[in-house]
Each structure stands twice: as C-alpha cells, then as structure tokens.
C-alpha cells in the first residue's frame, strides 16, 4: 500500500534507519538491519489495527515505519530519550515532504510521532495505533523469538536471558492486554499474551525436568505508576532457592520516576549466604 502510493519511499527510510544503526553500532557495510525488521513488523501491525479500526490506514503505517528513526539519531542510542521520538519527526518531515505526501497528512504523521510516547500528549489515533502495534510486535511467536535473538546478540546465555531479563517480558506479557489502546489492539493482546506466557511457562518447565536450572515465577503486588489507588503484578522470575547453598529468598524492591516510565529494581537476598540477585525494569503502563 505505501509503496504504490510513494515509490521508493520505503527503500528510503531503510537507508536512513540502517545508516543510522550502523553509526552507532561502528559498522560499516553490513546487510542486516534488525531494527529495520522490528519496523516493517510494526508497520505491519499498525495497518491491521487501523483496517480492524475503521480507519485508513495509510497513516499510521507510515507512521510506524518512522516510529524507531530516531532510535540512533546522531550515533547516540536514545531508548530512554524524549528526543527520540523528536528526531523521527524531523527525520519524517522532509522526507514525506520530497515523495509527494499531502502537507496535512505530512502533519498527521508528525503530530503521530510526536505524542506517541509523550505523557501529556492528548489524545491521537495514530499514536494511540502505533503505540499498540510496538507493544504487539514483541509478544507472540515472532516477539518470544526477536527477545532470545537480542539476547545471543548481546553475547547472554540462556541462563542469564531467563535470570535478568525474563520477569520483564513476562510481566509485559500478562500486562499486555491493559497497556491496549485501541478496542483492535486488546483483542489481538489477549492472543499473544497468552501465547507467550505458555511459551515461558513450558520452556521454563523444561529448563527444569531437564535439571539445568529451576526458576519459579513469583507474583510481586507495587503501586501503579499511572494510579496510585491501586496496584499492578509484577512477575518475577527467580531460582526456587540459592543455586550457592540452596538458602531461601528475601526479596525487597523500590520504584523510582525516569524519563520516560516509572522504573522498578528488585534486589533478592539469599537468607542464608548473602548472595544477590537484582533486575530493574519500566514498570509497564496501564491504560484506565
């Protein structure tokens, strides 16, 4: 669809997206670009949502395409940067500008762009698609897959994928269906949160019948980071006991605001040895 509508230009935000990756990884000449495969699933994604939705869906498609432009603006990585979000805006603008978008369109995708992560941005259905569409595109088969291959790229074995980062995606996972902004993006959540949770719960079954480590998966109550009055489950993945001398857990956590979430550490104490064990994480948003 966008393609017919602007040829060429999808080759061009790859370009722009790959250079940028490349500049900030010190790479030159490499094919592959995962984030550009992150991007065209999300594209992928947003378009369905916005058919689901009624709504043309041009817009948020481009939109997603531009969503991680940003990402390494400058050689810089800005995951945790407002700027990120900024500088794919001013990536998005002339571009669409040179391929022949309509200049209200042009603003719709901006606008988009801009308050797709912005606490106090008012309300925006192609943010509200593209938000949705980030957050689907990491659960299920394909997301479950796109969590361990990060985690060989970055050199984690198994064990350690499981240990410091599994209680992140399987919170996000059971959090997924409330962190839906549109009615198209709780139905497919609902799917892929129980895809991945049965994934996570068997493999981690089979980690232990196999005796290569047994991890238990404990349910954690802490204020949530949008409403106060109630409170959100956090699921922790941890040893059922000290793999050092077998000691039972004291496990103590603390939140604090960052830039762009509400960020939870977790520190595990063995009772016994006084071995530690910590992981932090964005607390996930729910949406009232």
Request: charged share 25%.
């Amino acid at each position: 669809m966008v393609e017919s509508r602007f040829p060429g230009m999808i080759e061009e935000i790859r370009k722009v997206i790959r250079e940028s990756e490349s500049r900030y990884e010190g790479a030159s000449g490499a094919s592959e670009s995962f984030l550009w495969e992150h991007t065209t699933h999300v594209a992928s994604i947003a378009h369905g949502l916005a058919q689901a939705e009624g709504l043309d869906p041009l817009i948020p498609a481009v939109a997603a395409l531009f969503h991680d432009a940003g990402k390494f603006a400058g050689g810089r990585y800005h995951e945790d940067d407002i700027a990120e979000e900024q500088e794919a805006a001013r990536t998005a603008g002339p571009l669409l500008l040179r391929f022949g978008m309509k200049s209200t369109d042009v603003k719709r995708v901006l606008s988009g762009l801009e308050a797709l992560y912005h606490e106090k941005a008012g309300k925006n259905a192609v943010a509200d698609l593209v938000h949705d569409a980030d957050f689907l595109s990491k659960f299920g088969a394909l997301g479950v897959a796109g969590f361990f291959v990060k985690s060989a790229l970055r050199g984690r074995t198994l064990g350690v994928a499981v240990l410091q980062h599994l209680s992140k995606e399987v919170t996000y996972a059971a959090c997924l269906p409330l962190n839906m902004r549109t009615s198209a993006g709780r139905k497919l959540a609902a799917k892929k949160a129980a895809d991945s949770l049965r994934f996570f719960r068997l493999l981690l079954a089979e980690l232990r019948d196999a005796q290569i480590a047994d991890f238990r998966i404990r349910r954690l109550r802490v204020p949530d980071p949008v409403d106060k009055d109630r409170s959100l489950e956090v699921r922790l993945v941890l040893p059922a006991a000290c793999p050092g001398c077998g000691g039972r857990w004291h496990t103590a956590w603390t939140t604090e605001q960052g830039i762009k979430c509400r960020k939870l550490s977790v520190d595990t104490l063995c009772r016994r040895c006084g071995r530690r064990l910590g992981t932090s994480f964005c607390l996930p948003e729910i949406i009232s």
